[in-house]
């Protein structure tokens, strides 16, 4: 493990489960763009973007990457933070959704499959979308924005064979680290899909957290941190009933899974 992971302290355990009332909240959002076809609900508009990080600030929230709120925790500050995640690693992210963020003083997460910089969601069915290259990934790493990995070709890691997981999670932190100077502490499982050999795997390679996006309650902790959907229906009254419900939320959640 990291040596993030050697520290203790505030909410964070040394097993790394958490319990319900010390699950942070953690929003998750893939593209942040006006597009004509979305069937998988992948897109906020800019206009809704701008509208859901001013409802945030209003509301004494500081939005952050993960890693950032995972440090907090473990010192015991993490009240009023708020962790912002962007799945898959798309160009609009980079060109509509960072100078949103900059503008409040925030922080955020994205997550970046490394065998894809420079293609698309071929794996999606639905409209093609570009992915940011290598060159801006950097660019957003420059920008303060933390970088974590999504795999390396985003396929369901549940039932993965040992070789496919050591490919997609320990690979694709190398590549990544190289790719930006910087330690990857992150992980993010494709599609949500993890079991106990897969979050074995994330740990093994030296991740400090992993993203997810339901786990059963006795598993959440850095391995399987829990986030809820934030998309375009997402106005002022719906960013407020989720963020009230949030714990009761990822518990009825976490009981399906």
């Known amino acids: 493990?990291?040596?993030?992971?050697?520290?203790?302290?505030?909410?964070?355990?040394?097993?790394?489960?958490?319990?319900?009332?010390?699950?942070?909240?953690?929003?998750?959002?893939?593209?942040?763009?006006?597009?004509?076809?979305?069937?998988?609900?992948?897109?906020?508009t800019p206009g809704r973007f701008a509208e859901q990080m001013a409802w945030l600030e209003r509301h004494g929230l500081q939005g952050v990457g993960v890693g950032s709120l995972i440090d907090a925790m473990r010192d015991g500050r993490q009240r009023g933070l708020v962790g912002i995640t962007f799945d898959d690693g798309y160009v609009n992210v980079l060109e509509a959704a960072l100078p949103e963020l900059q503008s409040h003083g925030f922080g955020a997460t994205a997550y970046i499959i490394s065998g894809r910089l420079g293609g698309t969601n071929d794996w999606d069915e639905g409209p093609s979308w570009p992915l940011m290259s290598a060159d801006e990934v950097g660019k957003l790493a420059a920008a303060g924005i933390e970088i974590g990995s999504h795999s390396a070709t985003h396929i369901r890691l549940a039932g993965a064979s040992a070789g496919q997981l050591a490919a997609e999670v320990g690979a694709s932190r190398t590549a990544l680290a190289a790719l930006v100077g910087a330690e990857i502490?992150?992980?993010?499982?494709?599609?949500?899909?993890?079991?106990?050999?897969?979050?074995?795997a994330v740990r093994d390679a030296g991740y400090d957290y992993a993203c997810a996006v339901e786990a059963p309650v006795a598993d959440v902790g850095l391995m399987a941190l829990p986030r809820i959907y934030i998309g375009q229906q997402d106005g002022a009254a719906r960013m407020a009933v989720k963020r009230r419900m949030y714990r009761s939320y990822i518990a009825h959640r976490g009981r399906r899974a």
């Open 185 to 200: 502490r992150g992980f993010c499982y494709p599609c949500g899909s993890m079991d106990a050999t897969a979050r074995r």
């Open 1 to 44: 493990m990291s040596s993030y992971g050697a520290r203790r302290a505030g909410s964070v355990p040394r097993s790394g489960l958490l319990q319900l009332r010390h699950i942070p909240m953690i929003l998750m959002y893939h593209g942040v763009a006006e597009v004509t076809e979305d069937p998988n609900k992948l897109c906020v």
